[in-house]
């Protein structure tokens, strides 16, 4: 079993910038790609960002990329979100898993953190 917990979420200004971590425990060995997902209200999850093994691949949608930056060392992993805009607003997610592409379908994910944008 795979344990994800996040930190760092809060209420900023619109510019401001804010950096989200997420720790993985457990069998942490099973962990390949790590990536953040984000849920607004009354909006599906949506992926954001994610990251390989190695950190060689890295994905972004496309209303952050050019904002945020997804780094990882082990079995963290950061998002440095900047230039926040208040549609960036929602529950940020960690999500992990086994396989090797940093996009798609994740097997492990976080309680989730708060994130909250003010215009």
């Known amino acids: 079993q795979v344990r994800l917990a996040e930190s760092g979420g809060g209420l900023v200004q619109a510019g401001d910038s804010l950096r989200l971590s997420c720790a993985a425990s457990?069998?942490?060995?099973?962990?390949?790609?790590m990536g953040w997902f984000r849920q607004a209200p009354g909006k599906e999850r949506e992926f954001v960002s994610g990251?390989?093994?190695?950190?060689?691949n890295t994905y972004y949608s496309d209303s952050v990329k050019g904002r945020f930056t997804i780094s990882r060392d082990n079995a963290k992993v950061f998002l440095q979100m900047g230039s926040l805009k208040p549609e960036d607003t929602a529950v940020y997610y960690c999500?992990?898993?086994?396989?090797?592409?940093?996009?798609?379908?994740?097997?492990?994910w976080g309680q989730g953190t708060q994130v909250t944008v003010s215009s």
């Open positions: 999500a992990a898993k086994a396989g090797v592409l940093a996009k798609g379908e994740f097997d492990y």
């Open positions: 457990g069998r942490t060995f099973t962990i390949n790609a």
């Open positions: 990251i390989s093994y190695g950190g060689s």
